[in-house]
């Protein structure tokens, strides 16, 4: 029988990959608990609440977006609009080529990740320096990301101790306060020496056009400190209503993403720097990106655009766990990607349909999402939309003769008196796919068919006590 | 999964049984088990004999089409204002959250909901559809018990903790990672193998760790999977479900 690709991925994850992956990501689950059952006494409320206030952005983009847009005018900054990941990329070297810039520093952002910026810029000849500590080491690598916060969950030291021997950045060391310091060295003049800074955003506040960037190792203040020109990318979903709204939202991507309380340098940027103040870019640029959001909110699945890429879910998804962030071939792994991933993909959504079903639907992901998306439920959708559009998916049993016995009674108890076979045949011998591969794993129980309806039946005539069969 | 609006309050003492495929194909001492309870607490069982199944094997596997069709036909089934009471978190929640889901655009919706609303867990209904909270008898067990996913935000996990940590003899042992799943997950433990054994393995570990004598759970799909996980492997684990410790301490009143 045809298994799923990402349970082929993880029956090939490399050992020392996979422990690396799940000790990370369950220490990750662990502090977030802990954290948030220590602080709050119902932390539940924060996540419905927060999950309420980014519904009802999702829902009302269409006049925030305008607002964002006049606010952020306001305030000094010019706005991009970029409807594909291209429009994107080209949005941000017209705006490097407008000044003539060569060298860009950039923090970290997910969506670069999913327009792919880096390469873009490389072709055209600029060079793009990742200064968050896990993509720089994923950008050495030329590997990929595979967690959304912690970029090389996949790694162990002693893997990057040998890339960064291999790179001259010095001799074998695995201690990471060295690799730190490493990594230091080597941007601190790159930051001197760059035209522009690009950061992401976590925030951006339609009322004050504030825009929040949280980080714990100070990358993304680096970035603007030097430069004059500092671009934002982002999503046009990651709006906030009202400046209030970070006292909640700060708190929780702290605390869901990291399990602290608040982020180490959080950079909260109003605009380019105002006649008088002493320091700071010249020019700000916002990219907005659609890149297939649009059409997720005409969706069915709108709800996954609440999301504030926290990474809470993969840390606590057993999927993830076993399989690892490569598995999941987009730059949104576990459950949110399963989601997220095919449905940006717009009408090329077959290609990653099978990623929905790469969830047993435990729900633990739902239950520690800071905006309470009902997960397993836009999984179980996008099921139904595969199935629909007709995309195979290896390993499912049809469904069609099993929903004729079991809506004929008849024929439903001719299969429970029929099923006894199973205990005289071997399964080699059945042609059923299905049973194959749960005997490929595990010991199938006795079939007792009918058994019950027998019992029931003595005891209604007063002869049926205590246990069928003893255990 | 949660409850989508507000359950129909239990009047009387008649219910019906929805046996569940699994109990009809594999586990039918779970059934009399749950029938035997029910009887204890007073209550009149009925059991429709034209049951089937709830429809979450084609609801998972992302054939709603089929699915929707199985659903019709336990609302037939299940006609009339008794609740359903079933041995199952699993198979209660594809009847008052799974269904709702899959009828949301469909004209019937009304009735599958009024099909969710008197739709029990079997711990539940006892626990809060029936107000007892406590069981005589005696099970001398460590019980380990496992929280099965479906029951995630419903009181169900709660109910079964409390009756059974309510009987005489039994010990309720903790494990480690217990919000974490079995592995089962209906047509994924098919169609992923790989990921669903690592998983079942990682949490018969915990469980073994713990010492049990017995590992309980309200749902047999998660028993059916660990168990038969841990019988190819050769290790020794005995499981029950909770309606069949209930029985088994009724046995021994004193």
Same mark, same amino acid.
């Given at each position: 029988?045809?298994?799923?690709?990402?349970?082929?991925?993880?029956?090939?994850?490399?050992?020392?990959?996979?422990?690396?992956?799940?000790?990370?990501?369950?220490?990750?689950?662990?502090?977030?608990?802990?954290?948030?059952?220590?602080?709050?006494?119902?932390?539940?409320?924060?996540?419905?609440?927060?999950?309420?206030?980014?519904?009802?952005?999702?829902?009302?983009?269409?006049?925030?977006?305008?607002?964002?847009?006049?606010?952020?005018?306001?305030?000094?900054?010019?706005?991009?609009?970029?409807?594909?990941?291209?429009?994107?990329?080209?949005?941000?070297?017209?705006?490097?080529?407008?000044?003539?810039?060569?060298?860009?520093?950039?923090?970290?952002?997910?969506?670069?990740?999913?327009?792919?910026?880096?390469?873009?810029?490389?072709?055209?000849?600029?060079?793009?320096?990742?200064?968050?500590?896990?993509?720089?080491?994923?950008?050495?690598?030329?590997?990929?990301?595979?967690?959304?916060?912690?970029?090389?969950?996949?790694?162990?030291?002693?893997?990057?101790?040998?890339?960064?021997?291999?790179?001259?950045?010095?001799?074998?060391?695995?201690?990471?306060?060295?690799?730190?310091?490493?990594?230091?060295?080597?941007?601190?003049?790159?930051?001197?020496?760059?035209?522009?800074?690009?950061?992401?955003?976590?925030?951006?506040?339609?009322?004050?056009?504030?825009?929040?960037?949280?980080?714990?190792?100070?990358?993304?203040?680096?970035?603007?400190?030097?430069?004059?020109?500092?671009?934002?990318?982002?999503?046009?979903?990651?709006?906030?209503?009202?400046?209030?709204?970070?006292?909640?939202?700060?708190?929780?991507?702290?605390?869901?993403?990291?399990?602290?309380?608040?982020?180490?340098?959080?950079?909260?940027?109003?605009?380019?720097?105002?006649?008088?103040?002493?320091?700071?870019?010249?020019?700000?640029?916002?990219?907005?990106?659609?890149?297939?959001?649009?059409?997720?909110?005409?969706?069915?699945?709108?709800?996954?655009?609440?999301?504030?890429?926290?990474?809470?879910?993969?840390?606590?998804?057993?999927?993830?766990?076993?399989?690892?962030?490569?598995?999941?071939?987009?730059?949104?792994?576990?459950?949110?990607?399963?989601?997220?991933?095919?449905?940006?993909?717009?009408?090329?959504?077959?290609?990653?349909?099978?990623?929905?079903?790469?969830?047993?639907?435990?729900?633990?992901?739902?239950?520690?999402?800071?905006?309470?998306?009902?997960?397993?439920?836009?999984?179980?959708?996008?099921?139904?939309?595969?199935?629909?559009?007709?995309?195979?998916?290896?390993?499912?049993?049809?469904?069609?003769?099993?929903?004729?016995?079991?809506?004929?009674?008849?024929?439903?108890?001719?299969?429970?008196?029929?099923?006894?076979?199973?205990?005289?045949?071997?399964?080699?011998?059945?042609?059923?796919?299905?049973?194959?591969?749960?005997?490929?794993?595990?010991?199938?129980?006795?079939?007792?068919?009918?058994?019950?309806?027998?019992?029931?039946?003595?005891?209604?005539?007063?002869?049926?006590?205590?246990?069928?069969?003893?255990? | 999964?949660?409850?989508?609006?507000?359950?129909?309050?239990?009047?009387?003492?008649?219910?019906?049984?929805? !046996?569940?495929? =699994?109990?009809?194909?594999? %586990?039918?001492?779970?059934? &009399?088990?749950?029938?035997? /309870?029910?009887?204890? *607490?007073?209550?009149?069982?009925?059991?429709?004999?034209?049951?089937?199944?709830?429809?979450?094997?084609?609801?998972?596997?992302?054939?709603?089409?089929?699915?929707?069709?199985?659903?019709?036909?336990?609302?037939?089934?299940?006609?009339?204002?008794?609740?359903?009471?079933?041995?199952?978190?699993?198979?209660?929640?594809?009847?008052?959250?799974?269904?709702?889901?899959?009828?949301?655009?469909?004209?019937?919706?009304?009735?599958?909901?009024?099909?969710?609303?008197?739709?029990?867990?079997?711990?539940?209904?006892?626990?809060?559809?029936?107000?007892?909270?406590?069981?005589?008898?005696?099970?001398?067990? !460590?019980?380990? =018990?496992?929280?099965?996913? %479906?029951?995630?935000?419903? &009181?169900?996990?709660?109910? /079964?903790?409390?009756? *059974?940590?309510?009987?005489?003899?039994?010990?309720?042992?903790?494990?480690?990672?217990?919000?974490?799943?079995?592995?089962?997950?209906?047509?994924?433990?098919?169609?992923?193998?790989?990921?669903?054994?690592?998983?079942?393995?990682?949490?018969?570990?915990?469980?073994?760790?713990?010492?049990?004598?017995?590992?309980?759970?309200?749902?047999?799909?998660?028993?059916?999977?660990?168990?038969?996980?841990?019988?190819?492997?050769?290790?020794?684990?005995?499981?029950?479900?909770?309606?069949?410790?209930?029985?088994?301490?009724?046995?021994?009143?004193?």
């Amino acid at each position: 029988m045809r298994t799923q690709p990402i349970d082929d991925a993880a029956a090939s994850l490399r050992p020392e990959t996979k422990a690396a992956v799940y000790e990370g990501s369950k220490i990750g689950h662990e502090k977030r608990t802990k954290i948030l059952l220590g602080d709050y006494a119902i932390p539940d409320r924060l996540r419905s609440l927060a999950g309420e206030i980014k519904q009802h952005v999702v829902e009302n983009l269409d006049t925030y977006l305008p607002a964002l847009e006049a606010r952020l005018a306001a305030n000094g900054a010019q706005v991009h609009w970029a409807a594909t990941a291209d429009a994107a990329c080209e949005a941000v070297h017209a705006i490097l080529k407008a000044r003539g810039a060569k060298r860009l520093v950039k923090a970290k952002t997910m969506v670069s990740e999913e327009i792919g910026l880096g390469d873009y810029l490389e072709k055209h000849g600029i060079e793009a320096l990742e200064t968050d500590l896990g993509e720089f080491i994923v950008q050495l690598d030329h590997d990929r990301p595979s967690h959304i916060i912690k970029p090389i969950i996949h790694k162990n030291r002693r893997q990057i101790a040998e890339l960064f021997e291999r790179c001259g950045l010095g001799p074998y060391d695995e201690d990471p306060g060295m690799i730190t310091q490493r990594a230091r060295q080597f941007m601190r003049h790159k930051y001197l020496e760059a035209d522009a800074g690009l950061t992401g955003a976590n925030f951006v506040v339609a009322e004050s056009g504030r825009v929040v960037v949280v980080t714990n190792e100070g990358n993304a203040r680096f970035c603007l400190a030097a430069t004059r020109c500092h671009i934002v990318l982002v999503g046009i979903e990651k709006i906030l209503p009202r400046d209030r709204d970070l006292a909640l939202f700060l708190n929780l991507i702290a605390r869901s993403g990291t399990a602290q309380q608040i982020s180490v340098y959080n950079e909260f940027v109003s605009g380019p720097r105002a006649p008088g103040q002493p320091d700071g870019p010249d020019e700000m640029h916002v990219v907005f990106v659609d890149n297939g959001r649009t059409g997720v909110l005409a969706s069915e699945c709108r709800d996954i655009l609440r999301c504030i890429r926290c990474g809470a879910c993969l840390n606590v998804c057993p999927v993830y766990r076993q399989a690892g962030g490569h598995a999941y071939r987009s730059v949104y792994p576990g459950p949110v990607g399963a989601v997220l991933s095919p449905l940006l993909l717009g009408e090329r959504f077959p290609e990653l349909a099978d990623l929905p079903k790469a969830s047993s639907l435990c729900g633990a992901c739902n239950e520690v999402c800071p905006v309470n998306i009902p997960i397993p439920d836009l999984l179980l959708r996008l099921r139904d939309r595969a199935h629909g559009e007709g995309v195979p998916s290896p390993g499912t049993p049809p469904m069609g003769a099993w929903a004729l016995m079991a809506t004929q009674p008849a024929a439903w108890k001719a299969a429970l008196a029929g099923g006894h076979v199973l205990n005289h045949l071997p399964t080699r011998l059945i042609p059923v796919p299905a049973l194959r591969a749960w005997e490929a794993k595990r010991e199938l129980p006795p079939w007792r068919g009918g058994e019950f309806r027998k019992w029931l039946k003595l005891r209604r005539k007063g002869q049926g006590r205590g246990q069928i069969r003893p255990q | 999964m949660k409850l989508s609006s507000g359950r129909t309050p239990v009047v009387g003492r008649r219910v019906q049984l929805m !046996a569940t495929c =699994l109990c009809d194909a594999f %586990h039918d001492d779970v059934a &009399a088990a749950t029938v035997e /309870v029910l009887e204890h *607490l007073g209550c009149e069982v009925l059991f429709p004999e034209g049951q089937t199944c709830c429809g979450q094997p084609a609801f998972n596997g992302g054939d709603w089409s089929a699915s929707r069709r199985v659903v019709r036909h336990a609302v037939r089934t299940f006609a009339g204002e008794y609740p359903i009471v079933v041995p199952s978190g699993s198979c209660a929640a594809m009847l008052f959250h799974g269904a709702a889901l899959e009828f949301e655009r469909e004209p019937d919706l009304a009735e599958i909901e009024s099909l969710g609303r008197r739709t029990w867990e079997l711990g539940d209904f006892i626990v809060n559809g029936l107000g007892v909270t406590s069981w005589p008898g005696r099970f001398n067990s !460590a019980v380990a =018990l496992h929280r099965s996913c %479906h029951t995630r935000g419903t &009181a169900s996990s709660e109910a /079964v903790a409390r009756l *059974l940590s309510s009987i005489a003899g039994v010990r309720l042992v903790e494990f480690g990672e217990a919000e974490q799943c079995c592995g089962f997950g209906g047509t994924f433990s098919v169609a992923f193998p790989h990921i669903s054994a690592a998983m079942g393995d990682l949490k018969l570990d915990h469980v073994r760790a713990a010492k049990p004598d017995v590992l309980v759970s309200g749902d047999m799909s998660c028993l059916m999977h660990l168990s038969g996980l841990a019988a190819r492997e050769g290790i020794l684990v005995m499981t029950m479900h909770f309606a069949q410790v209930l029985r088994d301490a009724l046995a021994r009143r004193a």
